[in-house]
């Protein structure tokens, strides 16, 4: 097409892609031609058979064109492409051509076939041919359900399909051993899976006319597993040592026999002879024992056949790897077994030659003469089985151990390396050669050419003509010829392993999954009679095998032609196998058993397609534009007379190349076939020149790391361990960033054969891997030059280097004349950043394709400008770097050392003398240096660091006379630096505050991607979080410190933890402690640790907190200065240990001083009284578990002074004590039937007393039931209710904001309630789990503060009242801190030991104290609530009169004089209270009142025994108010004789409830509403209104309380005659109450007749 057409084309605007032009195979000089018939259809994709072809366009449509004898109709060649009809409207994504027969795979992952069926390649059973696409079905039938399997690709051959399915498994059928199936009946029409494969990952499949290839992702490496001795599969030693006459042979080529078997046909190599060989390599050589066995019929799969034997060598170009190596132990040890094994092959005529070829075989020396590989399986790092082996080579060759020459010497050593390490560092994995001159070099030069880039060993066997050139013995032999080992070879063997640096790449996962893959393996199978299968030999697998020779070559796409199979490499390198007959390899060796490199003279090859006897290769060109290579057959045109030539090597296809930018290559048997873009706006040339140099930077990369980096890796003396270790990273992260641009290549290429859709590059769509990939380099590089390493490097590299400086200029790209060595290395390892430029130039030229509103646009533009900000990014990097390494160039020796990291950059420094120190001495040297971690001060021999992240700086104001003054802040110092001119002060302070921003953000490293350099900076933050280490604060010395900071002070929350131990974890004020914070000091003699959780005050405990002691007692309460202060509790010992014990009450600088109670559990007393220095002082109450009483004065711990003492009998003392319960002095001791003895009494209580006194009997005639006097005055002696519990209200009152009771300011008290409330929300905020969501209700409602204005009414009584409610539900407000402290101690006095009936006066006047004191808190924070007793006026609006039980007409009289509330203590705050404190106390009232409830619950069983009307009758109630029917159940029934429970049932039910209810004022309610019911009831039976009379009532009244069956009767009356409201008790609610106590005393005296 001449250039006028082609620009008027162009002219038309159409998006050309993916245009189809086809020529004839065999021409090199014929014209591709435009397929016809496609009318501007964009074509994906194009299959080629031997006479056909297919075609896949964007819509997801599918043509045929060629001879489709298949189809029904004349047979004929169809030019143009005509649309398979029954495809339409399912999406295909993918097609496949075989020989003859076709497929397509759907969007779904649906496969259709249609073809030639005569080997049931389409999968459809009896029918030797499909002419429409026919659905096949895969079913997985391991799973249940049965499942459909998605398949994503598809290959066709000859007479077998193979099907890759998306869980990356490969399905087959058709026939032949090219199925890889373990069958023998063909054709197979079912779909099977390649079991061989399964649980691997295959990344791509193809098929030659009758052999399968698929390309397989490597199984993890796994590191740091010990190395298996034996075979997993056959339990042979996987390392066998053999001892002949004057050497001994190490060998690890275990060849496992089930691993082999199942691949049909494995040979095992031993001795190479020569043989006279054919073209074609079909001769069996002699010495090749080959064991061929059947399949085995159950399936093994040999997971370790990857990692059987040992490494490839390369040959001397360097480029070329030749695959040698050895297959290890034969598994026959003679002839006769491999015969044996031979017998039953399927294939006779085989059967035969290998029968003749191993009985003519001569004399072969035994198994053990084989040739031994030089390294073990895979990489690991367990020793033990060397060691063993070492050992007993050993005892085999005696004291005789020794080495040879120094190349078997090597190898050992290698052999010990590659133990000794866990990397799989190909370096280590050369044999030694024969000691001939050529392999005398040293062998790290071997190493050097060793490309494969992983730890893999090439397995394959060799040709033949290969292993002759190579001579010489590959076995590790340690003749014991010397008889003293040389020492330099000891101490090279055992020499420090540190250098042995893993080169391969840390794989980062995501990198793999988002890009292809190259660690990669290829397997083969199928026929292999032209050597198509790599493995070596001419034999047929029935199993896949992998090709060892490819392994770590990189493979990334496959091709597989008639006869002859191609692999692509990511160094865009073809290697090629098999038939050679028309020069199809691209090299001259014929034939070839294992791949080698193909010749094109192209840049790189970066799609390769074998044909039926050809193959195309596609290359960059200069102009990036692709280059068209054949080889293979030649027609020439000249003449007629077919004379077929083949090319020498890859011919250009010059005519190709003109017709526009090829995307792929197609391969078939007549034609081939290009798919070519149109280059509109250089949308195309800008894709083609970003992968072809992307490809390039790749080789290069390459080239350096196995060149440059790894001989450098295995150098000796690289310097101190730390910059080994600086090498090393160095050296991984070069490998991640070469690794990763490989990948991006192999992706680009598969994206120039795909839709080419700009959103889809890899370096757009995943542009943080390659970001993160070149910062994290770039941090590494860098440090390693800012240690001198590259000057380090340069000493023992020297050798090397000057070696090879061609090599060099090369790859750095620098031609000066004598450069430096280090220059150069610099160049080297600083030449990737360059790329960064060039991938934001090409983002920019494809942007420009595209319109400006574009999303495409924007997206490349804003890449573009992320990796141009990142280049600009590391290039400042590198120049600090550079800036950095300077300085320490100049800077004197002995403090480099020290100060000299590999992350730190220096800043700047003050060597002009341009910042000085104020006030220094005259003759001081003070030399500030400012790197990006620390600011550090520099003296004649000494200098501080000041780490950045704790450092404050501030310019100081002119005034006060300091000119250029800035001030600096640390944790422990203040200082002024003082600069000479204004400029300086400037500069100074923003490196400072720059260099702390950075350093506070950790951003150093990390740039705003696409923010562009210079991000405006602004001041670091005066409030920070930060770690330091104190070193001379005398309290916090050596304390590590990590938390928030405030201009140089500890000030947040933290954690501070000293050298010795101790560690404090909370807030911090200016640095000191303070606010909630937790304490542990260990206690080194008991082995465990103090442990205080609570609130702090300028570094001191202050305020509430719970102290766990090492002794293992625990105290709860408040300190102040350290010390116990105020109200706590202290727990001794557990229940169970010597002496527990409880104390709680006041405490006054860690002593028990004040009021308080204290358990002694193990005595069983309680003391409840006065305290002074942890002594009992003063008044107070002892109670024991026998019941014994005792009230009076204390001194020193024991009673002494007058005292009352009780038993449990009522005998009681009252006197003088002088000891715990010993009696001495002046008392009277009565007797609990009144008589008394006055007089002198000694002696203990309990154990005999000595009496001198008179004894009186009272008179007779008094009241019997008068107790004894001393009873009535009990409480006396004891502490005054008012004084109990002072400091829990202090407390209350403190955090308040008050000094003393009842004086502050009412407003700061409201301040601090919300206060108070709000940081202990945000607390547990952090926490949620300790609120429930009522809790948080409660919280919230208590936020808002009752208002009040004006009279105050009843309302606002209620207010006051359900505000005192909630907030006492909350221990987060300080009235409920306080109720919930009243209420633990008063559990504490009076349960268990406390519970004694002598305590209940005194339980009940501390409740009204309690009431008393809290009422004054209440008036405090509400001050228009009344005094006590005032009365609160009803409203006008509310009803006055109301309904009176005792009349029935209206009464308006109330029951106090003067209509309204009264205000109480009692009324407001029992509710409240009385709850909480219930149970202990309504337990004293129920032992107090034990005797009488007694007699009054036997006399109400007995009364109860009688029916209703009998009962009626006997307590006197008049005949009217019986009811004469009663509702049981709902329904009326009369009263008879013997009904029984069912009269006034509704009252009776209604007094019940009083045991239910808690305060005196509702337990009065339910008396009242029991008289209503009564009432009630009254009325229905008299059907008329009337006034009760006390007479008429009372034996009613008394009938309900009977029928109520109350137990506790007495004391319920008791508890509401001693807290009901006093203004009550001459209401009518005081009448009524004093009708049921009258009922109680009547029923205990009741006289039954």
């Known amino acids: 097409m001449d250039s006028q057409e082609r620009s008027s084309e162009e002219a038309e605007g159409a998006k050309e892609r993916g245009l189809v032009y086809v020529w004839k195979a065999g021409s090199c000089s014929v014209a591709p031609e435009r397929l016809p018939g496609l009318s501007g259809k964009t074509v994906l994709q194009a299959a080629l058979g031997i006479h056909h072809g297919l075609l896949l366009t964007e819509g997801g449509e599918v043509y045929s064109f060629g001879k489709l004898p298949w189809r029904s109709g004349p047979e004929e060649c169809v030019n143009s492409p005509i649309l398979e009809n029954t495809l339409l409207g399912h999406r295909i994504i993918t097609v496949a051509a075989g020989s003859f027969h076709n497929g397509a795979v759907t969007e779904s992952g649906v496969v259709y076939m249609w073809g030639d ?104 490496v796994q590191e740091m597993k010990p190395i298996p001795e034996r075979c997993n599969h056959c339990s042979q030693p996987l390392i066998t040592m053999m001892d002949k006459e004057d050497h001994v042979i190490i060998s690890d080529s275990h060849c496992c026999p089930l691993g082999v078997a199942l691949s049909d046909n494995q040979p095992e190599n031993h001795v190479f002879c020569p043989s006279s060989d054919t073209p074609e390599g079909k001769s069996v050589t002699a010495g090749q024992s080959e064991d061929c066995q059947k399949p085995l019929v159950e399936q093994h799969r040999l997971v370790g056949l990857e990692s059987d034997g040992p490494s490839g060598l390369s040959s001397s170009d360097g480029r070329e790897d030749s695959g040698i190596s050895s297959l290890g132990n034969s598994l026959f040890s003679d002839k006769k077994e491999v015969k044996e094994y031979l017998i039953g092959l399927s294939d006779n005529s085989l059967n035969e030659s290998l029968n003749k070829s191993i009985c003519t075989e001569p004399e072969q020396p035994s198994q053990e003469e084989q040739l031994a590989a030089c390294i073990p399986g895979p990489p690991g790092s367990s020793t033990s089985t060397l060691n063993s082996l070492v050992a007993s080579c050993a005892s085999a060759v005696g004291v005789r151990v020794a080495a040879t020459y120094e190349a078997g010497a090597l190898s050992l050593k290698k052999v010990m390396n590659f133990y000794g390490t866990s990397s799989s560092e190909p370096g280590s994995q050369s044999g030694s050669r024969s000691p001939g001159p050529e392999a005398l070099k040293d062998s790290r030069e071997e190493q050097v050419r060793l490309e494969s880039m992983q730890g893999k060993k090439s397995s394959s066997l060799v040709d033949i003509r290969e292993e002759e050139s190579e001579g010489g013995s590959r076995r590790l032999s340690l003749p014991g010829l010397l008889s003293q080992v040389s020492p330099r070879l000891l101490r090279k063997v055992g020499r420090a392993k540190m250098r042995t640096v893993a080169l391969t790449p840390t794989y980062s996962g995501e990198a793999d999954a988002l890009l292809p893959s190259l660690r990669t393996e290829v397997w083969s199978w199928g026929k292999g009679k032209e050597g198509q299968l790599g493995h070596g030999d001419v034999l047929p697998r029935l199993q896949p095998l992998c090709v060892k020779s490819l392994d770590g070559k990189e493979v990334i796409h496959l091709s597989a032609g008639g006869h002859h199979s191609l692999a692509l490499t990511a160094k865009s390198q073809v290697y090629s196998w098999g038939s050679n007959i028309s020069g199809q390899l691209g090299h001259l060796n014929t034939p070839t058993t294992v791949p080698r490199l193909a010749k094109v003279c192209g840049d790189g090859i970066w799609t390769a397609a074998a044909g039926l006897d050809y193959s195309l290769f596609l290359a960059d060109e200069k102009d990036f534009q692709p280059g068209l290579y054949y080889c293979g057959q030649e027609t020439s045109t000249e003449s007629n007379l077919n004379e077929n030539s083949c090319t020498k090597s890859p011919v250009l296809l010059v005519a190709c190349s003109k017709v526009g930018y090829i995307s792929n290559v197609i391969a078939g048997g007549d034609n081939c076939l290009a798919l070519v873009d149109k280059n509109l706006m250089g949308y195309i040339a800008s894709l083609h020149e970003l992968a072809a140099t992307e490809r390039r930077f790749y080789f290069k990369l390459s080239e350096i790391k196995s060149q440059v980096l790894r001989p450098l890796l295995g150098l000796d003396n690289l310097g101190n361990a730390n910059t080994i270790q600086l090498l090393q990273e160095m050296a991984s992260r070069f490998s991640k960033l070469c690794y990763l641009i490989g990948q991006h290549g192999a992706s680009l290429s598969s994206f120039l054969h795909g839709v080419k859709e700009a959103r889809s590059l890899a370096i757009l769509k995943h542009s943080s891997l390659f970001l993160d990939s070149y910062t994290e380099y770039c941090t590494s590089v860098t440090n390693f030059l800012v240690m001198g390493g590259f000057t380090v490097l340069a000493k023992p590299a020297i050798d090397f280097l000057s070696k090879n400086q061609e090599l060099l200029q090369k790859l750095s790209e620098k031609n000066e004349e004598n450069l430096q060595l280090v220059e150069v290395l610099n160049a080297l390892f600083f030449m990737p950043f360059g790329r960064l430029h060039s991938y934001a130039r090409t983002l920019l030229k494809l942007a420009t394709c595209f319109e400006v509103a574009s999303p495409e646009y924007q997206k490349l533009q804003d890449s573009s400008s992320c990796y141009e900000s990142l280049a600009v990014h590391l290039s400042r990097k590198m120049k600090e770097a550079e800036y950095t390494l300077g300085f320490w160039k100049t800077f004197p020796g002995k403090m480099t050392d020290s100060l000299r990291k590999p992350e730190r950059r220096l800043i700047c420094e003050s060597s002009n003398r341009g910042l000085s120190l104020q006030h220094a001495g005259r003759f001081s040297v003070n030399w500030f240096i400012l790197f990006n971690d620390a600011l550090v001060h520099a003296q004649f021999s000494t200098h501080h660091i000041f780490p950045l992240s704790t450092l404050w700086v501030e310019a100081l104001s002119e005034e006060a006379g300091n000119v250029n003054g800035l001030k600096i802040t640390t944790p422990e110092e203040q200082f002024v630096l003082v600069s000479s001119t204004p400029q300086e002060k400037t500069k100074w302070l923003r490196a400072i505050s720059q260099a702390v921003d950075q350093a506070l953000r950790g951003t150093s490293d990390m740039i705003l991607y696409g923010a562009g350099g210079n991000v405006p900076r602004q001041e670091p933050p005066i409030s920070r979080s930060a770690k330091y280490t104190f070193y001379k604060d005398p309290r916090f010395k050596d304390a590590v410190y990590d938390g928030r900071w405030l201009s140089g002070k500890p000030h947040g929350r933290g954690i501070l933890k000293w050298a010795d131990g101790r560690m404090y974890s909370g807030t911090f004020r200016t640095g000191l402690e303070d606010g909630y914070g937790e304490y542990r000091v260990p206690n080194k003699a008991l082995n465990k640790e103090d442990h205080y959780v609570g609130y702090w005050k300028e570094g001191k405990m202050c305020g509430h907190g719970v102290y766990s002691y090492a002794t293992g007692e625990v105290y709860e309460g408040c300190f102040q200065d350290n010390m116990r202060h105020g109200h706590g509790l202290l727990r001794s010992g557990k229940l169970t240990s010597s002496s527990p014990s409880m104390f709680i009450g006041q405490w006054i600088m860690d002593k028990k001083s004040g009021y308080g109670v204290f358990d002694d559990i193990t005595r069983g007393e309680k003391y409840m009284g006065m305290w002074q220095d942890d002594l009992c002082q003063g008044n ?241 924070l509400f001050p228009d609530l009344p005094e006590e007793g005032s009365t609160i006026p009803f409203l006008a609006t509310e009803p006055k009169g109301r309904r009176s039980f005792c009349s029935a007409k209206c009464d308006s009289r109330s029951e106090s004089p003067e209509p309204g509330y009264v205000v109480t203590s009692f009324g407001l705050l029992l509710p409240v209270l009385l709850p909480r404190l219930y149970p202990p106390l309504f337990m004293l009232y129920a032992l107090d009142n034990e005797r009488e409830e007694d007699i009054y619950w036997e006399c109400v069983l007995r009364l109860n025994k009688q029916t209703d009307l009998a009962l009626l009758s006997f307590l006197g109630v008049q005949a009217k108010f019986w009811p004469g029917t009663v509702s049981i159940l709902g329904e009326s029934r009369k009263v008879s004789s013997n009904t029984k429970d069912a009269c006034f049932a509704s009252a009776v039910e209604c007094l019940q409830q009083i045991s239910t209810t808690f305060t005196p004022a509702d337990k009065l309610k339910v008396i009242q509403q029991t008289f209503e019911e009564i009432s009630q009831s009254v009325l229905e039976t008299l059907q008329e209104d009337f006034l009760w009379s006390m007479d008429d009532l009372f034996p009613v009244f008394l009938y309900v309380v009977l029928r109520a069956r109350i137990r506790n009767l007495g004391s319920e009356v008791h508890l509401i005659e001693d807290l009901m409201d006093p203004y009550l008790q001459h209401g009518e609610q005081g009448i009524m109450f004093t009708t049921l106590k009258a009922c109680y005393y009547q029923i205990q005296h009741e006289k039954l007749t």
Not at 150 to 177: D, F
Not at 178 to 187: A, C, H
Not at 1185 to 1205: D, R, V
Request: aromatic share 8%.
């Open 1180 to 1420: 107070g109450v002892v109670v024991t578990q026998f019941g014994l009483y005792y009230e009076g004065a204390f001194s020193t711990n024991k009673m002494m002074g007058t005292g009352i003492l009780l038993s449990e009998d009522d005998t009681v003392y009252e006197g003088e004590f002088s000891d715990n319960w010993t009696l001495s002095g002046k008392g009277t001791l009565t007797l609990p039937n009144g008589d008394y003895i006055e007089g002198l009494f000694s002696g203990e209580w309990g154990s005999g007393i000595k009496i001198t006194g008179t004894y009186f009997k009272p008179s007779l005639y008094e009241n019997e039931k008068d107790k004894p006097k001393a009873l009535r005055k009990l409480g006396i002696l004891s502490v005054s209710p008012d004084e109990k519990w002072k400091a829990v209200f202090e407390e209350c009152w403190n955090q308040l904001g008050c000094e003393s009771p009842g004086q502050g300011d009412r407003w700061k008290a409201w301040d601090n309630i919300a206060v108070a409330l709000t940081t202990n929300r945000r607390q547990h905020k952090d926490s949620p789990e300790l609120l429930t969501r009522s809790h948080t209700q409660t919280l919230e409602s208590l936020e808002f503060i009752p208002q009040h204005i004006g009279a105050f009414t009843l309302e606002k009584y209620e207010n006051i009242k359900k505000y005192l409610i909630k907030a006492c539900d909350t221990p987060l407000h300080p009235l409920g801190k306080l109720v919930e402290t009243l209420v633990a101690v008063y559990r504490m006095t009076y349960v268990g030991v406390g519970a004694n009936r002598r305590l209940l006066q005194e339980a009940v006047r501390e409740i009204k104290s309690y009431l008393k004191r809290i009422f004054q808190l209440v008036r405090f």
């Open 117 to 220: 069926n005569s080997a049931g390649q389409c999968a459809v059973a009896n029918q030797p041919c499909v002419p429409e696409p026919q659905l096949v079905s895969i079913c997985d039938c391991e799973t249940s359900p049965l499942l459909s399997v998605r398949i994503l690709q598809l290959a066709c051959g000859e007479e077998h399909t193979l099907a890759l399915s998306l869980s990356r498994e490969i399905w087959a059928w058709g026939s032949g051993c090219q199925l890889g199936l373990i069958t023998t009946t063909f054709p197979v029409t079912k779909p099977q899976k390649v079991e061989h494969l399964a649980g691997r990952v295959v990344l791509q499949i193809a098929c030659g006319a009758y052999h399968s290839l698929a390309l397989v992702q490597c199984l993890p």
